[in-house]
Structure formats: C-alpha cells, structure tokens
C-alpha cells in the first residue's frame, strides 16, 4: 500500500520527454500522490535521494483530459523552466477537479503556464525561420549542415518539420544539447556540439531563398511578425536583414494601399481592409511594448462608425480580453456612453497604444503610461483606423489620446467640450479618460468629474 505523503522520484528520459511524464503523473494521479511529493529527475543516473522506486505503470489512472490541454502540455514541457514538470501536473489535478479550467484566462496557473507555451512557440518558429545550411562535401555526397541555438528543448519535435521540407537531401542540425542527421531515408540523433563543429562560409543561397520564401511567402509577408521572431542576436548571419527597411516601407505602403482601395474603389470591402489590418497590427513591433504584453488590442466597433472614441492604452482585463475597455475604466465608460445617449454598438473604440504597458510588482501588473515615442509609433494604425472608419467625431479620452490624435501636448482642461479642427481634416473633441474618474480619491469631486464627463460625451455626440 502506497502512503499518499510519500515522496516519489519520476525519472524522465530526457528534458523533452512528453511520454514519460505522462506516464508517471497518471500514476501519481492514480495512487493520489500531490505534485509536490514527486521530485522529477531527468536522466537515467539512479535516484539518490529515495528508496522507493517508481511504481510500474501497471493500473493506469482511467482519466481523460481535453485536447486542449495535451496539445499545452505538449508545449509547456519543451521549456527549460525547471518547474514545469511540476507546474503542468498541478495544472492537470486543478483541470480534473474544475474541467473548465483552461478558460480561465485569469487564473495564474493557467498563465504561467501558457506563457511557457508561448515562449517555446516562439522558439520553433524561429528555428524553423533562422537556421541557415551551408554545404558540405562528403564521400557520399553533400550534406547541408546548420548550427542553430534554441532557447528551450524543442530540437526534436522540430525535427519532422525539416524532414517534410528537405526529405530528399542529406541534412544536419547542430544544436549545444543535441544533433539530428537525415540521410534520406533515416532520421539519426547525435550528442550536441559547438559552433566550432559546424562549417563556416556563406549559407547556400539558393537554398535558403525558396525556403525562406516558402515560410514567408512575400504575398502574405508580415514584417512586423518577421522582425518579431528575428532577435538581433540572429541577425548577423542572415542576408535578407538587409532587405528589413524596406519591407517595413513596403508593408506600410500595403496597408495604406488597402485602406485607400476600400475607402475610394467601387465595392470596396471596408470590413475585409479592417480585418487585414487588424490582422497586421497583431504582429506589430513598431516599439518595445509588444515585447511583455500578451497580444496586441485592436479597435473594434461598426467599421462605418460615425464617432470614434480614443483610449490611452488596453489595461490588464484588456491585455487578456484581447478587446478595448472591457476592464474598470469600460464599464464607467459604458455607464457614461448610455446617460449620455450614446449606443456603444453603434461606435468605433481604440486605443492610442495598441499594447499593454506595465510593471511587474510581484503578480500585479500595474499600468505605466506610454511615452511619446511609443504613442507616435503607434500613431500609423489609429491613422489607418480612422482612414478607414472616417468617422463624423472623434473623442480623445484624456491627453495620451489627445497627443497620439494631434501630434502633440494638448491641455484638456482648455480644449474640452468643444470641436476641435484635427490636423489632417476633421472633428475632434476632448475629454477626461474614464480611469481620471475611477482614482478621484472625493466622492463629491468624482460625482461632478463624471457629470462633466457625460456631459462633454453628450456635447461629441449631440452637438
Ligand atoms: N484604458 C484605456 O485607455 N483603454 C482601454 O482599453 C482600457 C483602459
């Protein structure tokens, strides 16, 4: 009979090994053993530490866990946190005892551990994008050989991906944990190496081009997602970075083009020039606030809106949400919106920064306000947005909306309440950001702050 406060050493074969690990969480998970009494070691080297072997896998827990879940675990465990091997089998006791767990965007397991997914994403993707073959001759023939330094332990679920594109070459990829060889027919590990190990010279041209072509085909080309997944430290070997300022020219001149084609071509489709917009400002990394936040926000509402109302930046509930005001600030806002007639579902809502900037205290994020030079960087998709809506109004709420629409400091306590003439055309008017409302410490004070507030809303829309 097995001691439910025993501990238990789990031995996996290797930092990646998916199998093993489930294996012995379905037996702790049988025998009832929490995740903190296991002690994980990777290796083969016998366990010290503990008597007690293992249990033999025999009497599988019968438990399933949705897909979702395997395909996370899948991930999280490429990682070289140390704690993953635990974390995901808490993860998975919680998710048998709450199936829903998974949604919960908020839960701090769940983001922990997807962010650790995240992480080893990125990873694969950049091999895939950055590793470079140079040719070597051998008696057999030649062989492409590459040298690449992942982050995390994701050479071998990488390794199919290379067999699909190169299968009838003969291919090696050297990494300083492991190497993989490809003959044409065998797929073969080796120990790790150095950079000394791999060839120098230029990489084969030929090669890299249709491969890279093939990976960002250049009619759906996203720079920014390209620059994104292109850490410098990349950079020097690689002969296409010389082409980077011009493909943001180019991308720029794309999204303009597309946002004039819907606006001024017969049938032109505004929703489709939104949504492919959208699509290219989720990958933006125009300014360093793309690095920590979750995922870009963008603007939503009717794309024929006639107000369009301004926010500084998505907050935390907005960071996950995905969505603009959805957190505290919106729904003082929503409350505004509707005592000042206004229909939410009727108006375009941005933000001048499309990304969530904060500092980490501890597990808090707290808010920072965006600088100039990230509200300027990021004033090209408001413009784009509001090529596209052209709305009969825009609202500035509070002076980083105000700033981002105006280029620059604009005194809202002076421009309030009145329309205002916007650089480039069109009707502006300011106001207080809700969040001003939200920190007003006096009752009193912030019951009249929020009447002036609905009633400048009132003034945009009305007037
Ligand atoms: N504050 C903003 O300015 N925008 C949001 O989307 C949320 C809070």
């Known amino acids: 009979m097995l001691a439910a406060d025993a501990m238990r050493e789990i031995a996996l074969d290797a930092e990646d090994d998916f199998d093993g690990w489930r294996e012995g969480v379905r037996a702790a998970v049988r025998d009832g053993i929490a995740p903190e009494r296991i002690v994980w070691r990777v290796g083969s080297a016998p366990g010290e530490l503990f008597g007690e072997a293992a249990p033999a896998a025999a009497g599988a827990a019968s438990f399933t866990v949705p897909r979702a879940f395997v395909d996370l675990a899948r991930k999280a465990i490429l990682h070289s946190d140390r704690e993953r091997f635990a974390l995901l089998h808490t993860l998975l006791v919680r998710l048998l005892a709450r199936p829903g767990l998974l949604d919960d965007a908020a839960d701090p397991l769940v983001r922990r551990v997807e962010g650790l997914a995240r992480e080893v994403r990125r990873d694969i993707h950049k091999m895939r994008a950055f590793v470079r073959f140079r040719e070597v001759a051998e008696p057999e023939g030649a062989r492409f050989v590459a040298w690449f330094e992942p982050d995390f332990h994701i050479v071998r679920a990488n390794a199919v991906f290379f067999l699909d594109r190169f299968a009838s070459m003969r291919w090696s990829i050297l990494t300083p944990e492991v190497s993989i060889h490809w003959d044409g027919a065998t797929l073969a590990e080796g120990p790790g190496a150095t950079k000394a190990d791999a060839p120098d010279g230029d990489p084969v041209e030929a090669m890299w081009q249709s491969y890279y072509a093939a990976i960002f085909n250049p009619a759906r080309l996203k720079v920014g997602m390209m620059l994104k997944e292109m850490p410098r430290k990349y950079w020097k070997n690689m002969p296409e970075t010389a082409l980077v300022p011009q493909l943001i020219a180019g991308a720029q001149a794309r999204e303009a083009g597309m946002v004039e084609t819907a606006r001024t071509k017969p049938g032109g489709n505004i929703e489709a020039a939104w949504a492919a917009l959208r699509e290219e400002a989720m990958s933006c990394t125009r300014c360093p606030l793309h690095e920590h936040a979750t995922q870009t926000v963008f603007g939503e509402g009717p794309v024929d809106a006639a107000m369009l109302f301004v926010g500084e930046q998505p907050g935390d509930q907005e960071d996950l949400a995905g969505r603009p005001f959805v957190g505290p600030a919106g729904q003082l806002f929503d409350r505004a919106l509707a005592e000042a007639g206004i229909d939410r579902d009727t108006i375009y809502v941005t933000n001048a920064v499309k990304h969530f900037k904060f500092e980490q205290r501890g597990k808090r994020r707290i808010h920072a306000k965006p600088d100039a030079g990230e509200i300027t960087a990021c004033r090209w998709w408001i413009e784009q947005e509001r090529a596209l809506v052209r709305p ?66 009132k003034a945009a829309a009305h007037t």
Do not use: M
Not at 402 to 408: I, P
Not at 421 to 430: C, D, F, Q, V
């Open 392 to 457: 009969k109004r825009t609202v500035a709420l509070g002076a980083t909306a105000a700033r981002s629409l105006f280029g620059k400091a604009v005194t809202i306590s002076r421009e309030r309440g009145r329309a205002l003439e916007l650089p480039g055309g069109g009707e502006a008017w300011i106001t207080v950001h809700p969040s001003y409302l939200l920190r007003l410490p006096d009752p009193t004070a912030r019951a009249e702050e929020y009447a002036r507030f609905v009633a400048d809303l």
